[in-house]
């Protein structure tokens, strides 16, 4: 609270502002985009002075700034230099081939620090308030998801997207004047809906753009099935409290594993325990749940038909979506067979062939690992449910840590107090104060807190408070 400022929510450490939250007006959250924001140039050299490098048909000279870096017993510092060039920093120097790799980022733009346009979109009381603030959003990219007490819904895309000349950004460019930026997607030309007839927005990390959108903001869209799923959820024909959502935000059904039950009805696996864990598979509910066995099962199986399809080198590359169609237009299910006996045989090794003690909580675990590298400042690792594809995201696949969302919220624009919220690990970077970790079990089991705001609520609950004084 400040003149003109009244928000809640959160930010990233470090970086100014509220991220995602409300104020009195309107609320806001956010997915990533994904839009590809750098390119990397290949400079020539000037064989005479490492220093020049060529550029729209002459030599152009490197911008070089010298720094000391502060180092613990050394009084004098290490002296570094720091090259530039028309595209942005040298990352490296290769003098023999007489080349420089250099970066170009939106990043390095006037104002582009992160999240900095958060500042304003905190302040934004409506919809037209808050597309302005996002117009001077930059980094990183975002699905900006909104509502406001009127209302209204909407979601705008927002970051800086480079138009690009003569090439596409997959691969590194030469830096000779050929393949420059020519500007930007204006603010207005990005994807963005309001009050959609559908009376909802969902955003996953999914591609967002609507049919026959013209620019290009990214090759590498995350897969559809979450955001398939938020829309199953949405549409059923009720009205929802905060804990529907609260539920829907920990959903764990996968819809690649339904897919895959599909799959699994069309194939005849021999008598014995490869059909006994096969009907298994076909009646389960898929949900990828902590102590499900059936999970675990289907996760390391479908990891192994990737390779099997598609050979060693490519299969472990190619995505769920292409191994779910191959396998769906396929007349020949045979590879399900040696996939699934791999399968067996791994869990049997990493967890005996016991199948009551089966858990997909006992392969798919969550260690917070400390930027340090300290042990004791690590938490975890944890049991996790979920999946790469479920709401409640837990990444990992086959026996490795995962990953997970830090931040959840989902705010009541009837009555801000009801809003809630859970975060992990805690509030407070220091490891020795209690505040260090104490979210992380409602986190891990998906009980929220309360996201007060009001004054006279904050109030009632208050039991600290820090004075800032200057001196």
Known sequence: VAPGWNAIGAGEPALPGIALGHNEHIAFGFTITGTDQQDLYVERLNPANPDEYWHKGAWARMKVLRETIGIRGNPAGEPVELRYTVHGPVLHQDRLRRHAYTLRWVGLEPGGAGYLAALAAARARNWTEFRAALARY???????????????IGMVVAGLTPVRNNHTGLLAVPGTGEFEWTGYVTADQLPAVFNPPAHFVVTANNDIRPPGYPHILTYEWGPPYRAQRASELLSQARKFTVADFERMQYDVVSVPARRFQAVLRRWRPPAGRLAEITQRIRGWNAEIAADSAEALVFEIWFSQLGPALFGSSLGVRADTELVLRRLESAADLSVLRGTLESTLHLIDRGLGSDMSRWRWSRANRLLFRHPLEQEKFNRGPMPRAGDAYTLNVSGGNGLQYGEGASYRQV????????????????????PA???????????????????????????????????????
Do not use: C, F
């Open 138 to 152: 930059k980094v990183p990219a975002e699905n900006m998801v909104y509502a406001d007490t009127s209302g209204n």
């Open 411 to 430: 705010l009541d624009l009837a009555d801000w107090d009801r809003s809630t919220m859970t975060n992990a690990p805690g509030e407070v970077g220091d």
């Open 433 to 471: 104060n209690r505040h260090y970790d104490d979210l992380l079990p409602d986190w891990q089991t998906g009980r929220y807190h309360p996201m007060l705001y009001t004054r006279k609520a904050i109030e009632a609950a208050t039991v600290e408070r820090i004075i800032l004084e200057p001196r």
